[in-house]
C-alpha cells in the first residue's frame, strides 16, 4: 500500500482469535487503500500472553516503542487462560497502552447493525446508536496492580482527576457535535456517575458541568450507574454520548455490546491526545480460535473508528471516505445476509472478509 | 393482628411512593396474617428527606433504635429531590440502616413474573429466576462519606475484608441449597467480581473459594463483572445465586430488574446475621408519588421475603406457608391480566393490593 498521505500503522494481533480478525481486516484494509489512494504501511508487532510464555516478556519494550512511533495502532485481543502474571492478574498489554499512551477517552459504540438480531423484544431496539465513553486511565483501575493485601483485607482507590475529566468531557461534546452535525439531530452528553453516595463522583460531577457550559449546543445531564444500568435496557434509543468511569464503563460498554449482537459486532477504539489503539471489545476467544470461526466484525468496524481518526488528526479527507465506505459495506453485508456463527449461522472469518471487501 | 407466633414489625413508610406502597403492602399483610394466624404488630417510624427537611434529622435516633429493636423491618423508599446533605450526597438512611445493622447480604431476586413482560426477545428470558446478592456494607461503599477531595482530585477507597466475604459467601451457598431443593435442581453459585485486574478481587475470590469448599453438592464458579453484565443481557437463565461487590451488585440488581419488568416488580432484602430489612429496590418516584399509581408489587414481594425470612429465624411454618401464599397470590394476579401502570395498563395501587388480597 502506498499513496499521498501516507500513515504508519502498528498491529498487535496478541493471541487467539486476536491474530485471526487482525488478518481479516488487513486483508479488507488492502483494496479499501488501493481504492482510496491512502499510504498505509503496516508493521505486526509481538506481545501478548504467549509471547510472555515464551520470552517472561508481554509487552517488549521494542513493541512498545515501535507502536507508540506509529501513527495509530490496531490490535486485536491479548491475554489467555492459564498465563498469567506472577500476582494472578490477567496479561493485558491493551491496558499497558491506555496508561503509558494517556488514551483517556475509550471510545465505545453501541449500535444496532441492518440484519443483526437485536436482543430487546422492543421494536425501537432497531435504532439504538449511543456512544459510550469509558474513561481508560483512572478510576478504579488507578490502581491496578497497586491493591493492599493483607492477611484479613484487600483495598483498591478509586481516583479521579479534575485534568483528566475535564478532557473526558470534552472529548464527549465534541463527539456528540460531529454526532449532531453527521446525523442532522440535537446532540447530548449524560455523564453516568454515582455522585449520589461518593463525593469522588460529585466531583466528577462538577468538573462535567463546568466543561459543558463551553458547549451550549449540546444538552448535557446526568444518570446515576444503577439507573443506567436499567434505562439501557429499557430505552437505549433515548442516550447519545455516555462519559463515565472507568469500572463503569468496562461493565455498561459490555451491557451495551450484548444489546446489538454481542462482542463480535462491537468495535472500540482508546484515544489520547496524541496516540491512539483500535480494537474489538472481545477477548481471545480460546474455546474457539484456530477454527476459522472468529467473527471480524468488531475488528473491521474498530478500523473504519481508525480511518476516520486519522483523517481528523490531518490523514486527509481520503482516511474518512474509506472510513464511511467501510462501516457501509459492513452494514450492507450483514443486511444482506451473513451470517456469522456467534449470531448462529455458518459464515466464518474469511468470509466475512470477502463480502465486506466484496462492497468495496 | 394477633396469634400465636407474634412479631413486631417496623414500617419506615420514608417519602414519595414509599409512603403508598407500604400503605398497600399493609394492606395486603392484613388478611393474610388473619388467615395464617400470625401475630404481627406494626409500629410505624419516621425517617427521609421530608423528615430530614422538617426536623434536620433524616433518621432520628428513637426511630433507629425501634427498628433495631423490631423483629423485622418493612420500608418503603427515601430521598428526594432538592433535600440533600450538606456534602450534596443522598438521603439514604437505608444505606446507614444496612452499615449499622451489618445487613451484609442485599438479597436481589430477578425473577420474571407471569404475565409481566420480559424486556429480552428470547422466549428462555420467561424462565429467568435468580438471585443477586450484592454485599452491602463494604466493598466501594466502605468510602461512603470519607472520600478525600482536593481542588485536583478526588478518591475513594474499596474495601473487601475477609470475615464479612465468608459470611457473604456462606450465605450464597445455603440460599443455593434451599433453592436447589425447593426447585428440585442442582444448585449454583457464581462469584462475581474482576480478578483479572484487581488485587483485592483476586483476594476476595480465593476466600470464596475457601468457603465453596465446604458445599460439594453446589457447583462453583467466577464470572468478571463485564462478562456478567452481557451474559445477563444473552442468557440470565443459566444463572442461579449470583454473590458480589457492593457497587457491582448495585449496577447489576438495577440490570436484572430492567429484565424483568422493571424496579416496580424487583423486591429485595438487606440481611444481617442479627436483623433484616425488607423493601423494594426502586426508589421515591418524585414524578408519580401522589398519584395513587405506584406499583407495589416489588413491596408485596419483599414483604413475602420477610414472611421467609421470619419463619427460617422461628417464628413458626405458618409464616413460610403465608409468605408462599402471598407471592402465589402476586402471581396470579399478574397472571390473570393485572396491569400497572409501569408496564402500559391501567390498574393503581390500590387495585393492586386489592387483586392480591382477593387471592388470599
Ligand atoms: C481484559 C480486561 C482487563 C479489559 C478491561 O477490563 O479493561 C477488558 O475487559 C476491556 O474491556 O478492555
Ligand atoms: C439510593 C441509593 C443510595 C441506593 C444504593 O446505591 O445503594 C440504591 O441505588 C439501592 O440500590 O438501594
Do not use: C
Amino acid at each position: 500500500m502506498a499513496g499521498a498521505n501516507s500513515v504508519r500503522l502498528a498491529v498487535l494481533p496478541g493471541d487467539g482469535i486476536g491474530t485471526e480478525v487482525t488478518e481479516a481486516t488487513l486483508a479488507v484494509l488492502e483494496p479499501l487503500a488501493q481504492r482510496h489512494g491512502l499510504g498505509i504501511t503496516v508493521e505486526t508487532l509481538p506481545a501478548g500472553a504467549f509471547h510472555y510464555r515464551e520470552t517472561g516478556e508481554a509487552f517488549p519494550e521494542s513493541s512498545f516503542r515501535a507502536a507508540r512511533a506509529a501513527d495509530a495502532i490496531l490490535l486485536g485481543a491479548m491475554g489467555w487462560p492459564g498465563i498469567r502474571y506472577a500476582d494472578g492478574t490477567e496479561i493485558a498489554p491493551q491496558l499497558d497502552l491506555r496508561f503509558r499512551l494517556g488514551l483517556y477517552a475509550g471510545v465505545r459504540p453501541v449500535r444496532a447493525i441492518p440484519g443483526v438480531p437485536v436482543a430487546l423484544a422492543d421494536p425501537r431496539a432497531r435504532d439504538i446508536d449511543l456512544v459510550l465513553i469509558r474513561e481508560s486511565t483512572e478510576g478504579l483501575f488507578h490502581s491496578r496492580g497497586k491493591g493492599l493485601v493483607t492477611e484479613e483485607l484487600a483495598e483498591e482507590t478509586l481516583r479521579i482527576t479534575r485534568a483528566t475529566t475535564e478532557k473526558l468531557a470534552r472529548f464527549a461534546f465534541r463527539l456528540a457535535e460531529r454526532r449532531a452535525a453527521q446525523r442532522g439531530r440535537p446532540g447530548r452528553v449524560t455523564l453516568v456517575d454515582k455522585a449520589n453516595v461518593f463525593r469522588a463522583f460529585a466531583f466528577m460531577r462538577g468538573v462535567f458541568d463546568g466543561v459543558a457550559k463551553a458547549f451550549p449546543d449540546i444538552a448535557s445531564g446526568h444518570h446515576y450507574v444503577d439507573a443506567m444500568a436499567l434505562d439501557l435496557i429499557r430505552r437505549p434509543w433515548d442516550f447519545d454520548v455516555l462519559p463515565t468511569e472507568n469500572m463503569f464503563g468496562d461493565i455498561l460498554s459490555d451491557l451495551g455490546a450484548g444489546l446489538v449482537g454481542g462482542m463480535g459486532f462491537s468495535p472500540s477504539a482508546d484515544i489520547g491526545d496524541a496516540h491512539a489503539v483500535f480494537q474489538p471489545a472481545h477477548g481471545t476467544a480460546p474455546d474457539i480460535a484456530g477454527k476459522g470461526i472468529a467473527n471480524p466484525t468488531a475488528t473491521l468496524l474498530s478500523a473504519a473508528m481508525m480511518l476516520d481518526w486519522l483523517a481528523a488528526r490531518g490523514a486527509g479527507q481520503a482516511y474518512a471516505d474509506a472510513a464511511t465506505e467501510l462501516e457501509a459495506a459492513v452494514d450492507a453485508a450483514f443486511g444482506e445476509g451473513l451470517r456469522t456463527a456467534d449470531i448462529g449461522g455458518r459464515d466464518g472469518t474469511a468470509a466475512v472478509a470477502r463480502a465486506v471487501a466484496d462492497r468495496i
